[in-house]
T-cell receptor
Framework: EPEVTQTPSHQVTQMGQEVILRCVPI?????FYWYRQILGQKVEFLVS????????KSEIFDDQFSVERPDGSNFTLKIRSTKLEDSAMYFC?????????????FGPGTRLTVT | AQSVTQLDSHVSVSEGTPVLLRCNYS??????LFWYVQHPNKGLQLLLK??????LVKGINGFEAEFKKSETSFHLTKPSAHMSDAAEYFC????????????FGDGTTLTVKP
């Protein structure tokens, strides 16, 4: 069964550094998402992406964040200058975009640790 | 707008007894509803989903959930708890925006006592 994959599984970075988290969505999916989960808290929506542009973003997704689909397979989340509070698990998800189901398929997550 | 309320932050049961994790939702349109389980330091595993077909949904590992529109509820049940069920459970609603984002509940921690 097709899966969403994410790399790396764990990223450690120093405060102020740029990080790029990578995701490969399921190949025939059209909608892409990033969520984050701070340790011990619930999963929060960051951004959705469709047709090569952001379709919705949360208040968390400020100017330090950006997303890109640089080719036909990858979907990336960039944090320009990381802060300690960016430490979290980041989940990528994709959705087919047709039919009545809004099911999103989640990747295994990237744990980002900012020191 | 859409929202999810998980009514219990912690539930503790004994092994072999029934499990009930409660979830109420709010959505302007017919929603898709999901339950995910997360074990410590792991990702999200889909337990079951409701997408406007049968209101009683069966999932993996013996879990079920019933969609009750009149009560705006989607409670998760299991007849007999197993030690391996101890985890964090999230109720999720999707679809009420153009982007179809998912909104997660705060989570319920299930503890299973021997």
């Amino acid at each position: 069964e097709p899966e969403v994959t994410q790399t790396p599984s764990h990223q450690v970075t120093q405060m102020g550094q740029e990080v790029i988290l990578r995701c490969v969505p399921i190949s025939n999916h059209l909608y892409f998402y990033w969520y984050r989960q701070i340790l011990g808290q619930k999963v929060e929506f960051l951004v959705s992406f469709y047709n090569n542009e952001i379709s919705e973003k949360s208040e968390i997704f400020d100017d330090q964040f950006s997303v890109e689909r640089p080719d036909g397979s990858n979907f990336t989340l960039k944090i320009r200058s990381t802060k300690l509070e960016d430490s979290a698990m980041y989940f990528c998800a994709s959705r087919r975009g047709t039919g009545i189901s809004y099911e999103q398929y989640f990747g295994p997550g990237t744990r980002l640790t900012v020191t | 707008a859409q929202s999810v309320t998980q009514l219990d932050s912690h539930v503790s049961v004994s092994e072999g007894t029934p499990v009930l994790l409660r979830c109420n939702y709010s959505s302007s349109y017919s929603p898709s509803l999901f339950w995910y389980v997360q074990h410590p330091n792991k990702g999200l595993q889909l337990l079951l989903k409701y997408t406007s077909a049968a209101t009683l949904v069966k999932g993996i590992n013996g879990f079920e959930a019933e969609f009750k529109k009149s009560e705006t509820s989607f409670h998760l049940t299991k007849p007999s708890a197993h030690m391996s069920d101890a985890a964090e459970y999230f109720c999720v609603v999707s679809g009420n925006t153009n982007a179809g984002k998912s909104t997660f509940g705060d989570g319920t921690t299930l503890t299973v006592k021997p």
